[in-house]
């Protein structure tokens, strides 16, 4: 049994992280979508509203043999790995840009748990700069996020900001 988490805020989902998702799901039997409760962060979702509306993506993920589940964590990447009897921590790099830091978490929460190795899959190009903090910021001064962030979730941020898109 092949068990991989993978991590973050998905303070939004992108479709950056859908398609780190869909890449990962040949590689385990199943991967659980592990959404961080940060205290220190005023996020835009609550961590119930982002684990619910990432459900009903990934409900409609063709996930072929790889059982795809959602829950939430606080505290450390490591312990919520190891609590899951998780083999692997999957990270998405978009550039050279996000090495260095996902590289010293990679190394750091291998000192944490030696047995769980960290998964880095590269994401598609047309995804390459997309963050959540980008969507956000975009979104709030009325760009148009289209194509970058899943359609259930824009309206989701347009029902937060309510104002129109
Ligand atoms: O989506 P993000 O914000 O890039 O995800 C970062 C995340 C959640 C993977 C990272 O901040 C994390 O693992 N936080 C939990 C606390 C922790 O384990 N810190 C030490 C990492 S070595």
Known sequence: MRRAIFPGSFDPLTN?????IRRSLPLFDEIVIAVL???????MFSVDERCRMIEKIASTVDSGTCRLTVDSFSGLTADFARKKKASAIIRGIR???DY??????????????????TVFLTAAEEYSFVS???????FELGGRVDGLVPESIIAKMRAKLDRDY
């Open 132 to 138: 959540s903090t980008l969507m956000k910021q975009v």
């Open 95 to 97: 550039a050279i840009g």
């Open 37 to 43: 409760n940060n205290p220190e962060k005023q996020p």
């Open 16 to 20: 950056g992280h859908l398609d780190i």
């Open 100 to 117: 260095e830091y996902e590289l010293r978490m990679s190394l750091m929460n291998r000192r944490l748990q030696p047995e769980i190795e």
